[in-house]
Nanobody, 122 residues
Framework: VQLQASGGGLVQAGESLRLSCAAS????????MGWYRQVPGKERELVAV???????NYADSVKGRFTISRDNAKNTVYLQMNSLKPEDTAVYYC?????????????????WGQGTQVTVSS
């Protein structure tokens, strides 16, 4: 199973970006999918998560500006980021709890994507 993130880049304050993260492999189902971010010298922090049923939760710092969504048919999670601020600059990582089919049965593991850089200039 792999998570492939895309969509990062360099934007000016007030602009928007959309991140995508697609899961691939021997996937039976995906429970929670989410986005986290990390800046050098700080711990990775939660940005937003979405359950398989569509329930969402956001960090206070992004509420009202970011929207997380998912396409279960495509095993993909999105993060629409509007009104970006310089303090949103970070490496963004997608994360998912995935039930994987193996020769020994079905097991759930937590997976991380490779990270995508988002830079917001003032």
């Amino acid at each position: 199973v792999q998570l492939q993130a895309s969509g990062g880049g360099l934007v000016q304050a007030g602009e928007s970006l959309r991140l995508s993260c697609a899961a691939s492999g021997s996937i039976v189902s995906i429970n929670i999918m989410g986005w986290y971010r990390q800046v050098p010298g700080k711990e990775r922090e939660l940005v937003a998560v979405v359950t398989s049923g569509g329930s969402t939760n956001y960090a206070d710092s992004v509420k009202g500006r970011f929207t997380i969504s998912r396409d279960n048919a495509k095993n993909t999670v999105y993060l629409q980021m509007n009104s970006l601020k310089p303090e949103d600059t970070a490496v963004y990582y997608c994360n998912a709890d995935i039930r994987k089919a193996t020769t020994g049965g079905v097991y759930e593991h937590n997976y991380w994507g490779q990270g995508t850089q988002v830079t917001v200039s003032s």
